[in-house]
């Protein structure tokens, strides 16, 4: 270690003024202060938080280690210093911190202990007085903002919001608190009290108090963090920054002891400690327990709201001494602050002892010289760490003025070396290792001051050796007192029980002492029925204990795995190894279902979190495979970029599921070839007959539909036979499920939204091959749409078709021809692809009259010409013919402007396809899916 050359990194007064920002971050618990300031601090080439625990400052103290290297990060407190000569980030405790060094950065936290009556004064000269070169930050409650403005520091506010909720939940037994709960005491026989009953109930709970040393009590909060225990029973320490996974803190009591007398928590206090339940955006709930009298609504209405009474007076102590004298000094620290806000402190202990030494006949008032009074006034800040109180702390310092009171004097190494034998046995309860505790860091603290000892760097190794391993043996001891080991590795019922040997065999099986207790299956554990032949309950119990390392282990397994390792089956859930891991739950629309585990409720939610996100970033890569269209409309919003009706009907093939019938669409409903073309680009083809997604016609594709449909539905969903280019429809087959399987019904028979349309062209094209308007349908295009000879007629019918001609003797029919009262639309079906450009920009039959009234069948149907005649023969009128063999041709044109003409209103009604008997789905029709449950 070296000194730092002050010097080197002072400014002068006026450039600092100029350069320095002050700002104030104030806000709740949970706001991300203190992470703030440190990331502030590292983006500067040097800096110093200080903070309000030995704790705290540790637990940041490591975190730069982390970020910045052990050469770049200094640790300074009153019992340690770690300051290694590149040392360029300092993190200390507030009264700790060399306040002659210069840095860039400086930040204060949890500046509202400023009003506290023993350490406030502290925290005030650091707000009042202490500057980075270029950045400070004061860091603390909101009820600090009006008093920063009164004190005129030119300090910018930026308020934080906590970024969870914080909740009341009424009183709960001990006993009957969840997991993951912090129980709060105010002494340490409440705290003790408190961890026995819930070892006794709960298997046990970790310990935490301000007493502890950071090595011990960074153990017990593993304990709590890794879940070897399920509870955590603390003092007010938990209040100050310290962070932990606790979803609910609850109070065992609101009044504590501050060194002077015993009085009730403020509500600005107890919403401190609250604040601790939850972490980030988990939100947390507090309450009470025990005999905590409840919080009256006012209170708890103020903690959830994080509304505290603002602080309208902080503790002051003259900071410009004047060491010539001791009576000099006693005076300058009585001087008054001159400001109605800064009170004086009237209770420091550091002061109370100082008298006690003008008092001593040993040491007297007249000492003067500032090196004396100095050193005088350094014995008198040590800290009261064995909390003896005022009598039984000064005995301790004027022991040490005696010896120390020359400036020259030192400790000696043999006088060191008997106040540390006692303190070096690790022997004893857990009283005991508290005192030596207490003790040594006594000790550690002069170790830290070069000019008391002979041989200062050997003692700081000598006294952080002996604090280590008390801190270990109390930590053991608190395990040992407040956990059952074996309880929480079986269950509290199984104590009298020794540990048994557990395994999992490849195949699944549990087995505990050799005997098969149950399977593990997936992430589910299924325990035999017959468990007669073993011990019972206590072996079931192991059993159940014992599978969550197999748990945790399977899901890490999980978390890692490739893509092809996972499975979804038939009823919605997801596989992985041959066993269900998930279920697909309804979500916010039927491409967007939800993930939830199956199994594994032994494990906590974090461990259980990185096993669902896998799965779920393989099933969204999974729809995004198999229905491409789909994914992009729904995710990557491709829709969006479209105009108008292909917009709309876009939207209207996602929400269908695969295809859209148009026949039913009104006459308004048109599409430009570049709009056809547009739609084309983003993966749906439109026809005159139906809308669809080509890709969404494939078995694995409508399988998926049929799935996430059945999930979002809630109950079963019908899957058309695969490869199908139609079926019967002998059962009940809702028309959206044929729209999701890409089907469209003609009569008693489902076709192929693609094949449809393709049917549809070749009918068209007969028609124009005529030159009139009855034509012969060969029954070959049967086969086109997969149909047998039975349904054809009806498949015909479906498409506007009516029989012109019939043979005299069988009945059958000969010729066809679109009905007066059919769609247009519905026969002038478009292929896939345009055929070479045949009969387009003519019209050829002046018959046809205005093409565009022969598209676009609405509701009512085509409008009908009342001159119209049936048969062969042809109107002599020049109006539109809709039977004529030029309309499906005309239909194929981009729409005009209409004639300039009266248009008769449409006919209401008009006729739909024979739908026929509606029967359900047979054998043919193929499979339905039933969502899992």
């Known amino acids: ?107 204060i936290d949890e500046i509202q202990l400023a009003q506290d009556e023993d350490r406030g004064h502290i925290f005030t000269d650091r707000i009042l007085n202490l500057r980075g070169n270029h950045e400070t930050l004061l860091l603390g409650s909101d009820t600090m903002r009006g008093i920063l403005g009164e004190l005129k520091l030119g300090a910018g506010t930026e308020p934080r919001e906590r970024f969870s909720e914080l909740r009341y939940i009424g009183h709960t037994k001990i006993t009957k608190l969840p997991k993951r709960t912090a129980i709060v005491g105010f002494s340490a026989e409440e705290v003790y009290a408190i961890g026995e009953l819930l070892r006794r109930q709960k298997g046990g709970a970790a310990v935490v108090m301000g007493a502890l040393s950071p090595r011990t009590r960074n153990a017990q909060v593993e304990m709590f963090q890794s879940g070897e225990v399920d509870y955590i029973v603390a003092t007010d320490a938990i209040g100050m920054g310290l962070n932990l996974d606790v979803d609910r803190v609850v109070f065992a009591s609101r009044s504590k002891f501050d060194g002077r007398r015993h009085r009730p928590l403020t509500t600005a206090e107890c919403g401190q400690i609250a604040g601790r339940a939850g972490r980030f955006r988990q939100d947390g709930e507090f309450g009470e327990t025990a005999d905590c009298p409840p919080f009256e609504e006012e209170q708890w209405r103020a903690i959830e709201a994080h509304r505290f009474d603002p602080v309208d007076a902080i503790q002051w102590r003259n900071s410009d001494l004047d060491f010539s004298s001791l009576k000099t000094l006693i005076r300058s620290l009585e001087k008054p602050s001159g400001n109605p806000v800064l009170i004086h402190t009237p209770h420091a202990l550091d002061e109370w002892v100082l008298r006690r030494m003008s008092e001593d006949g040993h040491i007297g008032p007249n000492i003067s010289g500032a090196r004396k009074v100095r050193r005088l006034w350094d014995l008198a800040r040590l800290p009261d760490f064995r909390k003896l109180g005022p009598e039984g702390h000064g005995r301790l310092v004027l022991g040490l003025a005696e010896t120390l009171m020359d400036p020259d004097a030192r400790l000696s190494n043999a006088g060191m070396e008997r106040r540390l034998d006692d303190l070096s046995s690790t022997a004893g309860d857990i009283a005991k290792l508290q005192q030596r505790l207490a003790s040594i860091r006594t000790w550690t603290y002069a170790a830290n001051r070069p000019d008391w000892l002979e041989d200062p760097a050997y003692w700081q190794e000598k006294t952080r050796t002996i604090e280590d391993a008390l801190s270990d043996a109390l930590h053991e001891a608190l395990t040992a007192r407040f956990v059952d ?64 390392p197999m748990l945790l282990k399977r899901l890490a397994e999980i978390a890692g795995a490739p ?60 729809l995004a495979r198999v229905l491409p269209v789909h994914w992009k409309l729904s995710e990557e919003k491709s829709g969006e970029a479209l105009d108008g009706l292909p917009r709309g009907l876009a939207f209207r093939v996602l929400e269908s599921g695969a295809a859209v019938d148009l026949r039913s669409d009104d006459q308004s409903v048109r599409l430009t070839p570049e709009q056809r073309e547009a739609l084309k680009g983003i ?38 036979p695969e490869g199908a280019g139609s079926f019967p429809l002998d059962g009940t087959w809702p028309e959206e499920a044929l729209a999701a399987n890409g089907y469209l019904r003609f009569g008693k028979r489902a076709v192929r939204a693609d094949l449809a349309e393709r049917l549809g062209w070749e009918l068209s094209k007969r028609r124009r091959e005529a030159g009139k ?92 010409d009342s001159q119209q005649r049936g048969g062969g023969h042809q109107s002599r009128q020049r109006q539109p013919d809709p039977n004529s063999p030029f309309a499906a041709l005309a239909a194929l044109l981009p729409p005009e402007p209409p004639p300039k003409k009266k248009r008769k209103p449409k006919k209401k009604g008009g006729p739909k396809p024979d739908t026929g008997a509606r029967a359900g789905a047979g054998t043919e029709s193929g499979f339905t899916y039933t969502p899992f449950r």
Not at 52 to 67: F, I, K, T
Not at 518 to 546: H, I, M, N, Q
Not at 595 to 609: F, S, Y
């Open 1 to 107: 270690m070296r000194q730092w050359d002050v010097d080197t990194c002072r400014l002068p007064a006026h450039l600092l003024r100029m350069t320095s920002s002050l700002k104030a971050i104030l806000g709740p618990t949970n706001t991300g202060k203190t992470h703030y300031a440190i990331e502030r601090m590292t983006g500067f080439g040097t800096g110093m938080i200080g903070l309000p625990l030995r704790l705290l400052a540790r637990e940041v103290y490591d975190r730069v280690v982390e970020r910045k290297g052990e050469a770049s990060a200094a640790l300074i407190t009153g019992e340690e210093r770690i300051v290694p000569p590149t040392a360029r980030y300092f993190i200390c405790t507030v009264e700790a911190m060399p306040v002659e060094l210069r840095t860039d950065f400086v930040a």
């Open 485 to 548: 080991r074996r309880t929480t590795a079986l269950l509290a019922s199984l104590k009298k029980e020794d540990a048994l040997v557990t395994d999992l065999t490849p195949e699944g099986d549990v087995t505990v002492e050799g005997h098969i207790v149950g399977r593990l299956k997936g992430l589910t554990f299924e325990p035999v029925l017959d468990s007669r032949t073993l011990e019972g309950k206590a072996v079931r119990g192991a059993a159940a204990a014992a599978i969550r």
């Open 563 to 622: 893509s092809d390792a996972f499975t979804l089956a038939d009823d919605g859930s997801i596989e992985h190894g041959g066993a269900p891991v998930a279920r697909l739950l309804k979500g916010a629309s039927w491409m967007s279902p939800r993930v939830d585990l199956i199994g594994a409720t032994e494990t906590e939610p974090h461990d259980r979190e990185p096993a669902r996100a896998r799965i779920e970033e393989w099933l969204r890569a999974e």
């Open 683 to 720: 993966g749906i083809r439109a026809g005159r007959v139906a809308a669809h997604v080509p890709d969404a016609q494939k078995p694995a594709a409508q399988r998926m539909i049929a799935i996430l449909r059945a999930v979002f539905a809630g109950e079963a969903f019908p899957l058309a």
């Open 773 to 864: 308007s009855a034509f012969a349908v060969p029954i070959d295009l049967a086969s086109v749409v997969s149909c047998p000879a039975d349904d054809w007629p009806a498949v015909l019918k479906g498409f506007g078709l009516a029989p012109a001609e019939k043979d005299k003797e069988t009945g059958a029919v000969t010729l066809w021809r679109y009905s007066a009262r059919s769609r247009p639309d519905e026969s002038a079906g478009r292929p896939p692809r345009r055929d070479g450009g045949q009969g387009q920009g003519k019209r050829p039959d002046k018959r046809g009259g205005n093409s565009a009234d022969n598209r676009g069948g609405g509701k009512g149907g085509p409008r009908r």
